[in-house]
C-alpha cells in the first residue's frame, strides 16, 4: 500500500470510526511500504497573493488595452472595458483567494484532528510510522529512534510531526479576508497602470493620439511587468533578472494576442 492510498484509507477509517482499518493501516509491515514514497510538498507563501495578484492586474487589463488598440476601437472604450475588467476580475481574484485560503485551513484542522486522534488510538504505530520517515530521510535508526521519543513526549509536538512529516503541511496562519484584500488591491493598484495614460488623457483632455496612449500603455505596463516577476523570486529565489524577462515576456505574448484578436475582428465594432 502506498502512502498516497495509505492516506486515503487512514481517511476513510477515521470517518467511519473504522478501529479496525486504522489498526490495519498502522501495522509496522505497511507502515515501512508506505514510507518508502515522497512525502506532502511545500507550502505557498502568503506574499503570492501579492506579486501573482498583481501580474494577473498587469496582464488582463493591458490584454484588453491590446484588444481595443488592434481594433482600433475609440481610446473611450479602453477605459471602459478597462475599468470593468480591473474591478470585476479583482473581486473574482479576492474571492477566489478567500475561497482558497479558507478550504486550506479547513483541511488542514481535518487532517489535524485525525492524525491528533491516531497518535490518541495508536500510538505505537504512529510512532513506527514516524521512525519509517525519519529512516527513509537518511537517519540512523538509532537517530530516528530518538528522534521520535522526542517528539512523542508532548502530543502537540507530536501531532505537529505527522502533520509535517507524514502529510508535508504546515499550518496557514494568514486571515483568509486579510490574503483577499491583498490581492484585490494588488490587482486593481497593478492593473491601473496600463490604463494611466488613457485615464489623464480623459480626465486633463490632454488629446494624446490613440497611438501614443497605446505606446504609453506598453511602456509602462512593460516596466510593472519586468518589476514584479523581478519581485516574483522573494516566492521562487530564482534570478531577478530571468524571472523579470520571463513575465515579460509572457505578458507581452497575451497582449500579441490580444492585439491580434482585435485586429482581425476589428469590423465587428463598427457601425
Known amino acids: 500500500m502506498g502512502i498516497s492510498k495509505r492516506i486515503e484509507e487512514a481517511r476513510k477509517a477515521y470517518e467511519t470510526g473504522d478501529e479496525a482499518l486504522a489498526a490495519k ?4 509491515a505497511i507502515i515501512a511500504a508506505a514510507a518508502t514514497e515522497e512525502h506532502g510538498s511545500a507550502s505557498s507563501k502568503f506574499i503570492g497573493s501579492l506579486v501573482y495578484g498583481g501580474l494577473d492586474g498587469i496582464i ?7 484588444g481595443v488598440a488592434g481594433a482600433q476601437l475609440d481610446p473611450g ?6 475599468l470593468a475588467n480591473l474591478f470585476g476580475d479583482g473581486f473574482s481574484m479576492a474571492t477566489g483567494a478567500y475561497l482558497s485560503s479558507k478550504s486550506e485551513k479547513e483541511y488542514y ?3 489535524r ?7 490518541d ?5 504512529e510512532k513506527a510510522e514516524l521512525i519509517e520517515i525519519y529512516l527513509s530521510q537518511g537517519y540512523p535508526l538509532e537517530d530516528a529512534e530518538k528522534l521520535v521519543e522526542i517528539k512523542s513526549k508532548e502530543e502537540e509536538r507530536w501531532v505537529n510531526a505527522m502533520m509535517l512529516e507524514e502529510l508535508g503541511l504546515m499550518e496557514n496562519t494568514s486571515n483568509p479576508f486579510t490574503e483577499a484584500g491583498y490581492t484585490m488591491v494588488a490587482f486593481i493598484v497593478a492593473g491601473a497602470i496600463p490604463l494611466l495614460a488613457y485615464l489623464a488623457d480623459f480626465i486633463f483632455n490632454l488629446q494624446i493620439p490613440a497611438t501614443q496612449s497605446f505606446f504609453i500603455s506598453m511602456a509602462l505596463s512593460g516596466l510593472a511587468l519586468f518589476g514584479l516577476g523581478a519581485a516574483k523570486v522573494k516566492i521562487t529565489e530564482r534570478n531577478p533578472f ?3 524577462l520571463e513575465m515579460l515576456i509572457v505578458g507581452g505574448a497575451a497582449a500579441g494576442v490580444a492585439y491580434l484578436i482585435g485586429a482581425l475582428l476589428k469590423g465587428l465594432g463598427v457601425g
Open 109 to 111: 484542522q481535518r487532517e
Open 60 to 66: 488582463t487589463t493591458f490584454a484588453v488595452v491590446s
Open 242 to 244: 530571468r524571472s523579470g
Open 121 to 125: 488510538h495508536f500510538p505505537e504505530g
Open 77 to 82: 472604450i479602453v477605459i471602459i472595458l478597462g
Open 113 to 119: 484532528e485525525r492524525e491528533a486522534w491516531e497518535v
Open 25 to 28: 493501516i498502522h501495522e509496522k
